[in-house]
């Protein structure tokens, strides 16, 4: 790994020749929300995105924990205007006969009771605007090719739409690239997770039919001999799927992406059904192995956020509430470490116990969720020891503040160990499965 070194590796730049105090790679949700947040405190900031907004984006379905995110940027207004409202989320399993319901207002604190659905060019420019607005100087068609540190900050290098090259030099840099890694990338401190490697597979319908009235935002999980399916209705009109798959299985695609596509959704019938008569009206999409995470969160002079930082299993939306949370994690570090730099350290050590909360906490679930026995969990919850309640907080992102859900948390892992050796069989077969499908091996056997 090779790290940015610790004592000067150019001459000692004068504060003058400084371009911004802080500059940001990456005009995401990460990126947009420390970008707004520090320029508000009247930092110099620089932001710059290598695409235009608004541009296309996976990850449209957001956690009720955003709200109060929102509310602090000053844009929950206008999420509201274009967001559809997502009170909770529904399961359909192919091995129950019932639909299984969770809605954030079961949750132990009731306060936040919806999320939205976005398109997220929408969500994406007004957080890139909101930046602008708040100060920052946010440039866009300019991809930051490379960063150099040295003892007083960084130089970086970046490119134009036009091919125009840029150099800056700045004190501190983020790295808010998403999943294109940028430091981690060139620190090589990027792991692929060992214990999840799934593909996905996407694209937009119109005509898909959608449950009525305070149910028609709400998201849908179903799954599939393959994986699990999202449905995502937009605001308007327009629905989302999706498919999370094995490797192995897109891995036997013979056809052109669409129709593959619709093979798929084939068979998951119950998805079918709600598709029928619907009609495709974007491109399909497909992302590779996409589970990872670097092995560290920052440096002296630099943050990775987001998905810049990790990136986890899509299934219970935590993408974009996680990389705005980081943004705000980060903009203390980023203070911080310029004005108390004595403090730095501690505030970096913080950054990261933050950092690796939401994955781990996330991912725990995430392994365990196509299991047959969080599966009855999840489609017929029940709440001994408040454990409904304390996972739907969790489900709701509701995880880096006073909730107190974790001893009913640690009771529901407790009951799911339990009741999988209760079924020891069932549950044997479902690990066996796993590990095959984790190791991105041929065609299963079952
Ligand atoms: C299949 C799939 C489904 C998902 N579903 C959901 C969901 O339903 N809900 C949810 O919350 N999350 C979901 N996610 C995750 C979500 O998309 C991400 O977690 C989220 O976008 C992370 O935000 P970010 O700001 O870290 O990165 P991004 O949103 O990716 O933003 C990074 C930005 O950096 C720019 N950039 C990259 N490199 C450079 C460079 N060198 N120079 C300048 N700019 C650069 C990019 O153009 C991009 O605009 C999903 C992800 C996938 C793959």
């Known amino acids: 790994m090779s790290l940015p070194p610790a004592t000067p590796a150019t001459a000692t730049p004068l504060p003058g020749a400084f371009d911004c105090e802080v500059l940001v790679v990456g005009g995401g949700p ?29 990850g449209e379905s957001l956690l009720p924990a955003n ?11 206008e999420v509201e205007r274009f967001g559809m409202a997502k009170y909770g ?16 207002a ?11 659905q976005v398109r997220r060019s929408e969500l994406d420019e007004l957080l890139f605007r909101n930046a602008a607005k708040k100060g920052a100087r946010a440039l866009e068609g300019c991809r930051v090719r490379k960063v150099e540190f040295d003892a007083e900050g960084a130089t970086v290098e970046a490119e134009l739409d036009d091919g125009a090259k840029r150099s800056w030099r700045t004190r501190f840099l983020v790295d808010a690239s998403g999943r294109d890694t940028l430091l981690a990338n060139q620190f090589r401190c990027k792991e692929k997770n060992p214990k999840h490697n799934s593909s996905a597979l996407y694209g937009h319908f ?16 179903f799954w599939f001999d393959h994986g ?25 695609r013979t056809k052109p992406l669409p129709e593959f596509f619709r093979d798929t959704i084939a068979l998951c019938p119950a998805l079918a059904e709600r598709l029928a008569g619907a009609e495709l009206v974007s491109d399909v999409h497909a992302t590779g192995n996409y589970s990872y995470s670097s092995r560290i969160s920052s440096g002296e002079r630099y943050l ?22 980081s943004g ?3 903009a203390d570090v980023v203070e911080t470490t310029l004005d108390r730099p004595r403090k730095a350290a501690a505030a970096r050590r913080r950054f990261d116990r933050v950092m690796r909360h939401g994955p781990r906490v996330f991912s725990w679930f995430i392994f365990r969720v196509s299991s047959p026995t969080m599966r009855d969990f999840f489609m017929s919850p029940q709440n001994p020891l408040r454990v409904k309640e304390a996972l739907i907080s969790l489900l709701a992102g509701d995880i880096f503040g006073k909730t107190p859900i974790w001893r009913s948390i640690f009771a529901l892992k407790a009951l799911y160990y339990l009741v999988s050796l209760g079924h020891l069989g069932r549950s044997l077969a479902f690990w066996r499965r796993r590990r095959f499908n984790i190791r991105d091996a041929g065609v299963p056997a079952s």
């Open 89 to 104: 989320a529904e399961f359909v399993s192919p091995d129950h006969d019932c639909e299984g319901m969770i809605e954030f």
């Open 228 to 252: 699990w399916f999202w449905q995502i209705p937009l605001a308007d009109g327009v629905t989302s799927i999706g498919a999370v798959c094995w490797p192995y299985y897109l891995k036997s």
């Open 30 to 58: 990460a990126g947009s929300t420390i970008a707004a947040l520090l320029a508000e405190r009247g930092r110099s900031v620089l932001l710059v995105e290598k695409t235009h907004h608004p541009r296309f984006h996976i």
């Open 304 to 325: 990775l956020l987001g998905d810049a930082y990790a990136f986890i299993d899509p299934v219970f939306s935590s993408g974009v509430y996680l990389a705005m949370q």
């Open 67 to 77: 709200a109060v995110l929102f509310d602090r940027l000053g844009v929950r207004e």
């Open 106 to 116: 079961e949750a132990w604190d009731k306060s936040m009771p919806y999320a939205w």
């Open 328 to 330: 705000f994690a980060g």
């Open 206 to 221: 119109s005509g898909a039919r959608r449950a009525e009235g305070r149910l028609e935002g709400n998201i849908t999980i």
